[in-house]
């Protein structure tokens, strides 16, 4: 019987595969499962070489119970043109760039995947938001409109717009921190750690010790090391203002946190009365992993989990330009009465006033759709599969990467690939250039160039050398991640030729952005 009374098709603006459409026979996919799929082992999809393909990630949101194939769940209606460069032309726009692929010009890179910041591609329905927007200085609309999703994602009180996410920590921490303070974090992404140290004070990441070991399979390996942060509260009262979770950790390769370990990390912070917050950049897609990796309830929404996660917590950073699907914007929120109170005056003095934050009214717009839209189900299963696709070619390859698959990036692991190049010659920052050179792809060095530089002005080599794919949202198709699989097999194949790098000018912090670079052996470039 099914007359089909009181059943619905979702509108356009809903998950579009319904739970009830859950493909019959199948279970949804358990993190045991989702690694058998990721590694190939008994998988047909990974034998037959099919597709973003496969059914991992839940198996319940195909469009048929004969395809495998997990499809872009949209369809493109505007497009822009890349242009392909020859060899020879980007050996001299590397030289130009003084070996550092931010100095590139984007028109000379093919597919980028520098980073997944800011750089997704906007859906019909945030463009007609935008169209829709109040651009008054005070009170506008699109503030309340901004507003009121924040907190109903969130459940946090007080909410300020930013022109992105490193303006919200840079207000946090202004406010906050005062020098020798500490701030423990599972990993802090380099503007978080910046902006700590330029209050001086210090950011120390505690990840599990699974987190170190690239190789190593773990559910959570964003998870923070609770009896590690129990001992720090413990061993240094008064000095650590705030303790900081980053989901996904995108230092640490893009990994979840569970929500025990937000659970549990918010009851050590309670015992020893210190607030904890989110850095929430990434937090839809680590929702999505919390719902196909953790044990609980099946038929969660992504919104019901991400809910989940922020009532662990008292406060957020937020840059948009990730699952915010903008291309700028961010946001601090928090429940804090008074400490909203000085953060706003602190925002009125640098990003504008309170209900624009140094955005227009249409970005506000903008991101209200787009937090919405980075929760449904459909793209989350696709976004997740593709990172995962690339994976499957590469591990099949042979080369090392940082396992399982991340949210947003996959982290080739360069100091495994390249081990005749040591950290002090920067074998991320050399695979990030080799891969430019001879695919026109640009990934970003996440290792000793990043992290290496110490405050006082020493080096130490960062615990990982990672080279990072980023993955825009929305923006590339199944046939460019094939093609960034052929060109990183290709080098892999010729990983024995390629020589190390130094450094011959750099800036005092951040130095990544700016630094200027030399190959030791010229030849070949
Ligand atoms: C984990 C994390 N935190 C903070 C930021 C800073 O955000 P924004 O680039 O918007 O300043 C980023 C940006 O990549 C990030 O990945």
Known sequence: MNSGEGRRLPTEDESWWPNDLVAVGETRTRFQLNHRLTTGAGNPDSRRGTSLAGRSGAAAILPSMFTHT?????????????????????????????????????????????????????????????????????????????????????????????????????ILFTTLLKPSDIVPNNTHFDTTRANIEARGAEAVDIPIAEARAPGTLHPFKGNIDLVALEQLLREKPGRVPLVLITVTNNSGGGQPVSLANLRGARAICDRYGVPLFLDACRFAENAWFIRLREPGPEQRTPTAIARDMFACV????????????????????????????????????????????????????????????????DYLHYRIRSIEYLAEKLMAGGVPLVQPPGGHALYIDARSMLPHIPPSEYPAWTLSCALYLEAGVRAAEIGSV??????????????????????????????????????????????????GMRITDQPATLRHFSVKMAPLDPAGW
């Open 450 to 499: 990043m992290f290496g530089q110490q405050p006082e002005g020493s080096e130490r080599p960062a615990a990982m050398e990672l080279l990072r794919l980023a993955f825009p949202r929305r923006v590339y198709t199944q046939s460019h991640v094939d093609y960034i699989a052929e060109a990183v097999l290709y080098l892999h194949a010729r990983r024995g030729q390629l020589r």
């Open 70 to 170: 997990i499809i872009e769940p949209f369809r493109i209606r505007t497009v822009e043109p890349i242009v392909t460069r020859r060899r020879e032309e980007r050996s001299l726009a590397l030289h130009t760039s003084h070996f550092n692929v931010f100095a590139l010009r984007a028109g000379d890179v093919l597919i980028d995947l520098l980073t997944d910041s800011g750089t997704g591609a906007m859906s019909a329905n945030q463009w007609s938001a935008m169209m829709r927007s109040d651009e008054s200085y005070a009170g506008a609309r699109s503030f309340f409109t901004f507003e009121e999703t924040v907190r109903d994602i969130t459940g946090l009180t007080h909410v300020l717009p930013t022109h992105q996410g490193r303006a919200a920590e840079r």
């Open 314 to 377: 008292v406060g957020c950073t937020m840059s948009a330009k990730k699952d915010g699907m903008a291309n700028i914007g961010g946001f601090l929120a928090l429940n804090d009465d008074s400490l909203a109170e000085r953060c706003r005056n602190n925002l009125i003095l640098t990003e504008g006033f309170v209900t624009y934050g140094g955005l227009a009214g249409y970005d506000l717009e903008a991101i209200a759709v787009g937090l919405r839209e980075a929760l449904q189900e």
